[in-house]
């Protein structure tokens, strides 16, 4: 006696069903992938306008602290923290399409400053990001050479 395998062949392909299925399982797939690329993007955008921002406030300090002592004066308008026209120095620069505003104050002698003969020097760039207002802030403590 002679065994024969019987092998039954499916040769019917996919259904309908299952084809949308598929489709159904990859377009829910690339969306997801999609999201990612927008969340990203918008990450991007906001790091670089902080690196701008921060470039800018840098720039404004290094010409600030290579300002002899007696010139860095507060004119007394505001508070250490103030910006735009309330500020000891302010001005509008645009990097990249984004209008940034850069404002400088000195604050002398203490509670802002860390002794009597030191001046602080704060810079804050301020920009306006979707529907809310971004700040970058550095400060420095500048000592009186002739103390």
């Known amino acids: 006696m002679t065994m024969r395998k019987h092998v039954r062949l499916n040769n019917k392909g996919f259904s309908i069903i299952e084809v949308l299925v598929g489709l159904t399982i990859f377009a829910i797939g690339i969306l997801a992938l999609a999201k990612v690329q927008i ?29 002899p002592y007696d010139d860095l004066v507060d004119d007394g308008s505001g508070t250490i923290n ?3 026209v309330n500020a000891d120095g302010s001005e509008q620069l645009s990097v ?33 990001e979707g529907g809310s207002q971004k700040a970058v802030t550095l400060d420095y ?7």
């Open 39 to 67: 969340v990203s993007l918008k990450g991007n955008s906001q790091s670089r306008q902080i690196t701008e921002a921060s470039y800018l406030a840098q720039s404004r300090m290094e010409v600030l602290t290579r300002l």
């Open 82 to 84: 103030s910006t735009g």
């Open 96 to 128: 990249t399409g984004k209008t940034y505003q850069v404002s400088w104050n000195i604050a002398d002698g203490t509670p802002d400053a860390p002794a009597d003969n030191m001046k602080m020097i704060r810079v804050i760039v301020n920009w306006q």
């Open 141 to 147: 403590a500048h000592a009186d050479p002739n103390f």
